[in-house]
């Protein structure tokens, strides 16, 4: 069973920066795709980024590219979330999400595609 812990949240105004962690356990990390999402409130759980295996390959939505990067340390066997020029838009629970994988290259986008969740961490950018 793999165990995905997220932190790094919190309350920033807006145009600042976060950057949250997820550390996982029970796994060999290189061969684990890792994604972010997010759920504000009212509204469907909606992706963010992901990053494959290697950490060669990063795939965002529209509305945080050039603004947030994932990246992660496979010896720390942690994925990040740097966040800048945070929006109030950007206010929800974000959880980052793991699936094991053969192929180190690739990323995945649809929750249904990941395995295992971590409990999420609360970001809130006020105005």
């Known amino acids: 069973q793999v165990q995905l812990v997220e932190s790094g949240g919190g309350l920033v105004q807006a145009g600042g920066s976060l950057r949250l962690s997820c550390a996982a356990s029970?796994?060999?990390?290189?061969?684990?795709?890792m994604g972010w999402f997010r759920r504000a409130p009212e509204k469907a759980r909606e992706f963010v980024g992901a990053?494959?295996?290697?950490?060669?390959?990063?795939y965002y939505t529209n509305s945080v590219k050039g603004r947030f990067t994932i990246s992660r340390d496979n010896a720390k066997n942690t994925v990040y979330l740097q966040m800048n020029s945070l929006k109030p838009e950007d206010t929800a629970v974000y959880y980052c999400?793991?699936?094991?994988?053969?192929?180190?290259?690739?990323?995945?986008?649809?929750?249904?595609?990941?395995?295992?969740w971590g409990r999420g961490t609360q970001v809130t950018v006020s105005s």
């Open positions: 990053i494959s295996g290697s950490g060669s390959s990063t």
């Open positions: 029970g796994r060999t990390f290189s061969n684990y795709a």
């Open positions: 999400a793991g699936r094991q994988t053969t192929y180190r290259t690739l990323f995945y986008v649809a929750d249904t595609q990941y395995d295992d």
